[in-house]
């Protein structure tokens, strides 16, 4: 079983930037999707990006898009989603997830939360207007 931890959570005021990190130990495939997804009580649990660590593509929300990125640094096994421009929308529960050994899919291909067998625990996201 993989153990994700996230941090980098905070408050911040509209137009302000935050940086997550997800630590990712244990993969033992050369492919793995991790993700970034978010939830606001009350609401479902929606993707906001993803990638692969062996490479193949970057998944970003529409509502996200332009604003956040999504990286790695696999030297620290560490998954990054750095949000710029943060709206007071963005607020949320923010989750990272991981499917080990999931290969690069077709471009049709949008992550979905039942994708993901294994989560972290979330980390916090407050903006103000």
């Known amino acids: 079983q993989v153990q994700l931890v996230e941090s980098g959570g905070g408050s911040v005021q509209a137009g302000g930037s935050l940086r997550l990190s997800c630590v990712t130990p244990?993969?033992?495939?050369?492919?793995?999707?991790v993700a970034w997804f978010r939830q606001v009580v009350g609401k479902e649990r929606e993707v906001v990006a993803s990638?692969?660590?062996?490479?193949?593509?970057?998944y970003y929300a529409d509502s996200v898009k332009g604003r956040f990125t999504i990286s790695q640094n696999k030297s620290r096994h560490t998954v990054y989603l750095q949000m710029d421009n943060l709206k007071p929308e963005d607020t949320a529960m923010y989750y990272c997830?991981?499917?080990?050994?999931?290969?690069?899919?077709?471009?049709?291909?949008?992550?979905?939360?039942?994708?993901?067998?294994?989560w972290g625990q979330g980390t916090q996201v407050t903006v103000s207007s």
């Open positions: 990638l692969f660590t062996g490479g193949g593509g970057t």
């Open positions: 244990g993969f033992t495939y050369a492919s793995n999707c």
């Open positions: 997830a991981a499917d080990p050994g999931r290969l690069p899919p077709g471009p049709d291909w949008s992550p979905s939360a039942a994708d993901f067998p294994e």
